[in-house]
């Protein structure tokens, strides 16, 4: 599936909060993306490693799932 591609050079990335120096999870998130998509990617793997993009009410869904315990595994 082809995808249209975002200009993400001005973007601020954001850690989370749980990744730490230890090379554990750690994930990176654009706050400030354009046209309601938000880019996550890989610490380790930035700046030149791939970026998943989500729309933004499909992000938020998630991160309140994740808050509140209701993930499925």
């Not at 975002?6 to 990744?19: G, H, I, M, Q």
Request: proline share 5%; with cysteine.
């Amino acid at each position: 599936m082809a995808g249209s591609h975002t200009d993400l050079s001005t973007a601020r990335w954001r850690k989370s909060s749980y990744s730490n120096g230890s090379g554990g999870n750690c994930v990176e998130v654009a706050a400030d993306a354009t046209g309601g998509m938000v880019p996550v990617r890989d610490t380790k793997t930035a700046p030149t490693g791939p970026v998943l993009t989500f729309p933004a009410h499909q992000w938020t869904r998630f991160i309140s799932a994740l808050h509140n315990g209701n993930l499925n595994a």
